[in-house]
């Protein structure tokens, strides 16, 4: 699903078969979830394949591993030319791109001294389609920032999204929005979200969220259109109230919400984009 014979991917300084690649089974990562990792997407452009924003993308994948005590001896103009290099050598444009920063054999409960480095592509549509969401209120809350480093994008962290969007899938729900420890709106499993009244739009302040990038994209666009963006505490009946909603990140891009908890949004227009 993720590859096939012909897929080339970056391992420690070499390009490999995804088919061929190893790893080994006692590292950290898989036991612990100890690891970062990113999610970027690249696109066919009159001038040839672009990723977009690969330069946030990497500063955030080092500051990740930096935030982790995580060692990673990449810069971030070595991590884009591998990538571009997978994504040619894979023969691939419009691409879902894994970069994943993973640890070696430590059955112990500290930091690692070696890790790897994969750098891998695939084709994936829009992670949650292109129809407006139904959403719910998700009974687990995002990681209190105080046990973790939730603006980092660790793979642990994961298992939170994995058991909202199960959760939210099990209610018949499209999607979960997960609340902070202080019971205000945070995020979706694997996106940030936007609420709109009387069109100016209002998006949790981070603190409890990962800064997505393409959040931070939404807010520079919002600037040069002269629409205001507040960066604040949302209450879940301010949400639910709300004239119109929108969740947005790499994999889902931008995506309308047409109703929370089976309450239809004022005015569900058609917010969903590819930025
Ligand atoms: N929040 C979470 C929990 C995510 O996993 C993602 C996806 N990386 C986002 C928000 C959106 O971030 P970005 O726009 O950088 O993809």
Redesign the pocket.
């Known amino acids: 699903m993720y590859y096939n014979d012909n897929t080339i991917l970056f391992l420690d300084g070499q390009f490999l078969k995804a088919k061929d690649a190893k790893m080994d089974l006692f590292g950290q990562t898989l036991h612990f979830g100890y690891g970062v990792f990113?999610?970027i997407r690249s696109y066919k452009t009159v001038n040839g394949t672009k990723i977009f924003?690969v330069t946030?993308?990497y500063e955030?994948l080092r500051h990740s591993a930096s935030l982790m005590g995580i060692p990673l001896h990449y810069s971030v103009k070595e991590l884009t030319q591998i990538t571009y290099q997978v994504l040619e050598k894979s023969k691939q444009s419009e691409a879902y791109i894994r970069p994943l920063v993973f640890c070696s054999p430590n059955m112990t409960l500290t930091s690692p001294k070696e890790v790897s480095l994969m750098i891998t592509a695939w084709e994936w549509d829009r992670y949650l389609g292109d129809n407006n969401l139904r959403v719910c209120i998700s009974s687990y809350e995002?990681p209190n920032p105080k046990s973790v480093k939730i603006e980092a994008?660790v793979c642990g962290?994961?298992v939170n999204?994995i058991l909202a969007s199960t959760e939210a899938r099990q209610r018949g729900y499209d999607e979960g929005v997960l609340l902070d420890m202080n019971g205000n709106i945070a995020?979706?499993?694997?996106?940030?979200i936007f609420v709109e009244r009387d069109g100016v739009l209002y998006t949790p302040a981070v603190g409890s969220?990962?800064?997505?990038?393409?959040?931070?994209?939404v807010i520079d666009i919002c600037k040069e259109l002269d629409i205001t963006v507040k960066e604040r505490a949302i209450k879940p009946e301010e949400f639910i109230e709300a004239d119109s909603a929108f969740i947005?990140?790499?994999?889902a891009e931008v995506l309308g919400i047409e109703s929370v908890e089976g309450t239809q949004m004022k005015k569900p227009s058609d917010h969903s984009a590819s930025l």
Do not use: D, M, V
């Open positions: 990113e999610g924003k946030e993308h955030r995002r994008k962290h994961y999204s995020e979706c499993p694997g996106s940030n969220i990962l800064p997505g990038i393409t959040r931070q994209t947005c990140g790499t994999a």
